[in-house]
C-alpha cells in the first residue's frame, strides 16, 4: 500500500516556473514507477509526465516535453516534477500516481494522490 501527498502548487505568471512534489509512505515507493496527471476544469485527467521506478527512463505528454522534467527521489521516497516557461493551458489540478509500470493510461495506475491546484496567470 502507498499513500501519496502532492504540494507545491499554486497561482503564477505566465513564463514562470514551479516544483511539484509528490510524498510517498511505505517502503515499497521504489519498486512503483510513478506518473503525473493533470485534469482541467470540463477536461478529462491527462497524462503528464512518467518515471520508471529505478528513474531511469521518462516519458512526457508532447504538449510539455521540453519545459517539464520529472524526477526521483527513492532515499527521499518522492517524485518531483519541475516545470518550466508555463502557459495559462497548464493551469489544472495536477496528481501523481504510482504503478507496476511507465505508462501513459490512468487506469493502470494504483495510487492516487489528492491533487494540487496549478493556476497560471496569462
Known amino acids: 500500500q502507498v499513500q501519496l501527498v502532492e504540494s507545491g502548487g499554486g497561482l503564477v505568471q505566465a513564463g514562470g516556473s514551479l516544483r511539484l512534489s509528490c510524498a510517498a509512505s511505505?517502503?515499497?515507493?521504489?519498486?512503483?514507477?510513478m506518473g503525473w496527471f493533470r485534469q482541467a476544469p470540463g477536461k478529462e485527467r491527462e497524462f503528464v509526465a512518467g518515471?520508471?521506478?529505478?528513474?531511469?527512463?521518462?516519458n512526457y505528454a508532447d504538449s510539455v516535453k521540453g519545459r517539464f522534467t520529472i524526477s526521483r527521489d527513492n532515499a527521499k521516497n518522492t517524485v518531483y516534477l519541475q516545470m518550466n516557461s508555463l502557459k495559462p493551458e497548464d493551469t489544472a489540478v495536477y496528481f501523481c500516481a504510482g504503478g507496476s509500470y511507465l505508462n501513459r493510461r490512468r487506469d493502470l495506475y494504483e495510487y492516487w494522490g489528492q491533487g494540487t491546484q496549478v493556476t497560471v496567470s496569462s
Open positions: 518515471i520508471t521506478a529505478s528513474g531511469g527512463t521518462t
Open positions: 511505505g517502503r515499497a515507493f521504489s519498486t512503483y514507477a
